[in-house]
């Protein structure tokens, strides 16, 4: 059986100058192409794979599923999700604010990356990604579990009062705190509704917007992006 690892990165430790200092791994955002390419060599050395496949992100709810042995650098043009059962196939999400959320079901041996940011989550990218693992790979929910990567806290994530109003009509007033959204207990939630457990769900601490150690688009604007990367050994 494979073994499944994952990783979030932060801004540290790579080649792209300011104000992408110094790990950006976008090419989208303004970066030098060359120190984009460096440091996602940088990622595969660390990693030790081969392949890694990233998103064209549009924050929909479109999920991908890897089905085919890719080399190098691949990306999946226009989704927000990848699901994959192949091994030495590194699934990769960026972000800079948005939620990384991060998959697996080590009984079936399935991993999924997702970005699930303000839209695709009010798209429910997380239940329609878990839906993909039940459909193509049998996975049961209950066997699935699910990492909230460092993003944008309810500390920071301040929305106008015509959105929050929508929130709460749409989701739930325990989503807001006076203008402030809870995008990961939101997540958190879409999650344990279409079963998995709330013990297999680990979210991280780490605030995008107030972290130094982290892009964030609220707190900078221009900026690079980090990662979540998923992958089986």
């Not at 392949?51 to 043009?77: E, K």
């Not at 929910?141 to 929508?166: F, M, N, T």
């Not at 297999?200 to 995008?208: A, F, G």
Request: net charge negative; charged share 25%.
């Amino acid at each position: 059986m494979a073994k499944i690892s994952y990783l979030f990165t932060d801004r540290h430790g790579g080649l792209s100058s300011p104000p992408y200092d110094s790990f950006n791994l976008a090419y989208h955002v303004g970066d030098d192409e060359r120190s984009v390419q460096r440091n996602r060599d940088i990622l595969k050395r660390k990693t030790a794979l081969l392949s890694i496949v990233w998103m064209d992100q549009i924050h929909s709810n479109r999920v991908h599923v890897v089905d085919t042995p890719l080399g190098g650098d691949t990306t999946i043009d226009r989704c927000d999700a990848i699901v994959t059962d192949l091994t030495q196939t590194g699934l990769a999400v960026m972000v800079a604010d948005c939620i990384p959320l991060l998959l697996y079901d080590t009984k079936r041996q399935v991993i999924a990356a997702a970005h699930a940011g303000r839209n695709g989550t009010f798209l429910q990218i997380a239940p329609k990604t878990v839906r993909t693992m039940q459909r193509r790979f049998g996975c049961d929910p209950e066997e699935i579990h699910a990492v909230i990567g460092p993003s944008i806290g309810p500390c920071c994530y301040e929305i106008g009062e015509d959105l929050a109003a929508i929130v709460e009509k749409s989701f739930g007033k325990q989503y807001m705190n006076d203008r402030y959204l809870d995008i990961q207990r939101l997540n958190v939630d879409m999650l344990t509704g279409i079963g998995v457990k709330a013990e297999n769900i680990d979210v991280s601490p780490i605030c995008s917007a107030c972290s130094s150690d982290h892009y964030s688009y609220r707190r900078e604007g221009t900026t690079g992006r980090f990662a979540g990367l998923i992958w089986m050994e």
